[in-house]
């Protein structure tokens, strides 16, 4: 019998050594946090005049609610990611930045477009409800995932720059609620592995009779090497899109 060999060690892909500072990082879940400030920089660069000032306070206030406090809660909730940040700090973290985002909102309804104050609850809500799986973990969903990390930051980062929202928002929205399934897909499969399974046993047999072992590497490197290429192609299209603008 093929001996039990033990699965990565790291709960994510992107995770550092736990302790201190590299916890911090780690929460940030630095290469999703990227990729999904990417779909509020793609909205906005499809508006016809886009204002720099607005566009950057609609990416900060998503790095507040996403990058900061969407984590946040989510690690205070069953410590997917195993960090040693005291529940307080985590508590602390989550409403500084989910303020903080909110007030941003606020503002930019204020000095702007006041119907752009309606943005502000759902995008409270969506975090809310998708980290703290509120409901019984009814919007901890993939279809949730999709609207709440991919379809809205779109359609919010084209709203806070052009002031309306139009059948190209849409379309855009659209690609990236696709974009956000085929990451949960992949990110799911991997978490699985890292966070669930406790060993792996087996081997393949290949077609010339040779066989190979099966280990968690082996189940896990297909998936995460997509997810870094796709978190990667993301940012370089929202790139490539502020340099068109520019």
């Known amino acids: 019998m093929t001996p039990p060999v033990q699965p990565v060690s790291r709960p994510s892909w992107y995770a550092?050594?736990?302790?201190?500072?590299?916890?911090?990082?780690?929460?940030?879940?630095?290469?999703?946090?990227?990729?999904?400030?990417?779909?509020?920089?793609?909205?906005?660069?499809?508006?016809?005049v886009v204002s720099w000032q607005r566009l950057g306070a609609a990416v900060t206030a998503f790095a507040l609610a996403v990058g900061v406090g969407a984590h946040a809660l989510d690690e205070l909730n069953g410590r997917p990611l195993q960090t040693?940040?005291?529940?307080?700090?985590?508590?602390?973290?989550?409403?500084?930045?989910?303020?903080g985002a909110c007030a941003i909102g606020i503002v930019g309804a204020l000095t702007f477009k006041a119907w752009l104050a309606l943005l502000v609850p759902v995008g409270l809500f969506l975090v809310l409800a998708y980290n703290l799986e509120l409901?019984?973990?009814?919007?901890?969903?993939?279809?949730?995932?999709?609207?709440?990390?991919?379809?809205?930051?779109?359609?919010a980062g084209y709203a806070a720059v052009a002031g309306d929202v139009r059948g190209v928002t849409v379309l855009a929205a659209v690609f990236a609620v696709l974009l956000s399934l085929a990451q949960r897909v992949l990110s799911t499969h991997v978490r699985y592995v890292r966070r669930r399974v406790v060993a792996v046993r087996g081997e393949l047999?290949?077609?010339?009779?040779?066989?190979?072992?099966?280990?968690?590497g082996r189940?896990?490197?297909?998936?995460?090497?997509?997810?870094?290429l796709l978190s990667l192609a993301t940012v370089v299209l929202a790139a490539t899109l502020v340099a068109f603008r520019i």
Do not use: M
């Open 16 to 48: 550092l050594a736990r302790g201190g500072w590299r916890d911090y990082v780690t929460l940030l879940h630095p290469p999703y946090t990227a990729w999904h400030l990417s779909y509020v920089v793609i909205g906005g660069c499809l508006a016809s």
């Open 84 to 99: 040693k940040i005291p529940d307080g700090v985590l508590a602390a973290l989550a409403g500084v930045s989910i303020a």
């Open 135 to 155: 409901g019984g973990g009814v919007f901890h969903s993939d279809a949730w995932f999709g609207l709440a990390w991919g379809g809205f930051p779109v359609l």
């Open 205 to 216: 047999e290949l077609a010339d009779g040779s066989r190979e072992r099966l280990d968690a």
């Open 219 to 228: 189940l896990t490197a297909p998936d995460e090497t997509g997810l870094r």
